[in-house]
């Protein structure tokens, strides 16, 4: 391997999506998966068994499946930080609930012109109004997918 080239621009990874469902495709390992697909095999339906703050302020989440998922900002793909909720209050929110569906959108910034990028949604299972128990993460979250280590 003797790349080492940025990842794609911005306006192009936009433009690649899947042509079966439409959710935006990203690059893992090399190789381009649709988001929706990938992460359905790893947590699709699965339970929120734990939830945990890695060292640089990120929350992630254990799925009874061994998987873990970095919650990622959609604007930045940094740690969440537009809708800051406390360590006890993601818990409260989502453990023991099951993933229930995912869906896609677009991040529009407020700058000018607005800066865009695709992001992505996971859907809880639960009674509240959707939003509610949705979480809007950045296709980093899809990248980061990893199995816990055991
Ligand atoms: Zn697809
Ligand atoms: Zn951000």
Partial sequence: MSSSLPPLLPFLRQAEVCERDG???VEINGDAFCSVE?????IGGQKVLGISEADDGTIE???ASGQILPLTCPCCGGPLHLKPR???EMRAL???RNVEGFR????????????????????????????????E????????IRPRER
């Fill in 137 to 144: 993460v950045a296709l980093a979250s899809v990248q980061r």
């Fill in 23 to 25: 959710f935006p495709l």
């Fill in 61 to 63: 989440l254990l799925f």
């Fill in 86 to 88: 406390t360590l006890p």
């Fill in 104 to 135: 896609h959108g677009e991040w529009v910034g407020k700058g000018s012109p607005p800066v865009r990028h695709p992001v992505f949604a996971v859907q809880f299972s639960g009674t509240e109004e959707r939003a509610e128990r949705t979480i």
């Fill in 94 to 96: 989502l453990i023991g």
């Fill in 38 to 42: 990938y992460v359905d095999g790893l």
